[in-house]
């Protein structure tokens, strides 16, 4: 398999939280030797400081230079500034979500990890998700994506604005070298792969939370949060629409894309016997002891 070109830019995988990163980070993976990736998460001894995405790009700084010289991909939940501190040319790339989801996501994940940095916040206080919202222990649950890609760590619960919002745009035109959607996985991957050349982008979904364990939120409760992420929703419908321009653009993406699914469902076939499988074995081994 042919690896990225060392003299490409460095690849910064802006992870922003419960938007399918676990399976991002496996396609991207994949186009690296292994020398070339570093996992910032990994470099992190304290697990409870992994999801302070804010202070990532200070603590990549502190690394000595060649450290932050050497890799060809960085993976991080991290905002956006990380790529000041790389000296060389890089790019973003990222996945947003649907807010809503994203939140109803973010609030589930919390209650199932009891080493979640507020973990005790939520689930320990029992907190419903409307007080999960009302009372801003998450900033990611208060316009999580547009605070990351606006590269903010200053503004409070409640204090996203229509500048961050634009900034959080510009940003995405000047360095987001690829920009997919969860909802859209499918195409936005067919657009990675012209985008940078990459082959081997084939996957099957990881850390998917089961669906349907919990009653859907009352209507208010929606609304509620709908109305904190009106700015995530405006920069989600902002980047679906710079999609489908994208693609309209492209004369191949229709016939790439059908050889994509073509060949996704031949490669989900091996998957689960190579991956899925092993690691439900693995889990129930885990689980009896």
Known sequence: MTKADPNDPTVIFLHIGKTAGSTMRRILRRQFSQGQVLDLTQKIPDP????????????????????RARPRLIMAHTIYGLHEHVP??????????????LVISLYGFILRRPGHRIYGEV????????????????LEADNSQVRAL??????????????MLERAKAHIEERVGWLGFVERFDDGLVMLQRRFGW????????????????QPPDPEVLELIRQQNRYDIELYRWANERMDRMIGEDPGFAAARERFL????????????????????????????
């Open 48 to 67: 409870k400081y992994r999801l302070r995405r804010e202070g990532m790009p200070d603590l990549f700084a502190e690394m000595p230079e060649a450290d």
């Open 88 to 101: 060389r040319p890089s790019t973003y790339v990222t996945l947003l979500r649907d807010p809503v989801k």
């Open 123 to 138: 689930a320990g206080a029992e907190l419903s998700l409307e007080e999960f919202m009302r009372t801003g222990v998450s």
């Open 150 to 163: 606006a590269g903010d760590h200053t503004a409070g619960f409640g204090e996203v604005d229509d500048a």
């Open 199 to 214: 082959t081997n982008i084939y996957y099957i979904p990881v850390n998917v939370a089961a669906s349907g364990s919990r």
């Open 262 to 289: 073509r060949l996704n469902r031949l490669y989900r076939v091996w998957g689960h016997l190579s991956y899925t499988l092993p690691r439900k074995v693995h889990d129930r081994v885990v689980a009896s002891k």
